[in-house]
Nanobody, 122 residues
Framework: QVQLVESGGGLVQAGGSLRLSCAASGRTFSGYAMGWFRQTPGKEHEFLAAINWTREATYADSVKGRFTISRDNAKNTVYLQMNGLKPEDTSVYYC????????????????WGQGTQVTVSS
């Protein structure tokens, strides 16, 4: 079983950048597709980006061109580089994992981290 731990959240001014990390531990990271989502109170998980084992990636339109997902399979870590942050990006950010293909729906991911808060001030 893979366990996920996010880090790198914090407070940043509008226009600034943050890099989130998600470290996977457990049996193996091999073959897992990884996704980043965010959730604000009372709302569903919003898909942001996903990357598969061979580093094929896909993005939500809302973050395309601002956010970049990457992974280091040797370190069992996936990253989300966030540039040009806006106040509306304020949320709790989660990484998620599923064995196999890329997916954009949160219900298709069965492993989740605990989340990390990102706050963007105006």
């Amino acid at each position: 079983q893979v366990q996920l731990v996010e880090s790198g959240g914090g407070l940043v001014q509008a226009g600034g950048s943050l890099r989130l990390s998600c470290a996977a531990s457990g049996r193996t990271f091999s073959g897992y597709a990884m996704g980043w989502f965010r959730q604000t109170p009372g709302k569903e998980h919003e898909f942001l980006a996903a990357i598969n084992w061979t580093r094929e990636a896909t993005y939500a339109d809302s973050v395309k061109g601002r956010f970049t997902i990457s992974r280091d399979n040797a370190k069992n870590t996936v990253y989300l580089q966030m540039n040009g942050l806006k106040p509306e990006d304020t949320s709790v950010y989660y990484c998620a994992a599923r064995l196999g293909l890329l997916r954009v729906l949160s219900r298709e991911y069965n492993l989740w981290g605990q989340g990390t808060q990102v706050t963007v001030s105006s």
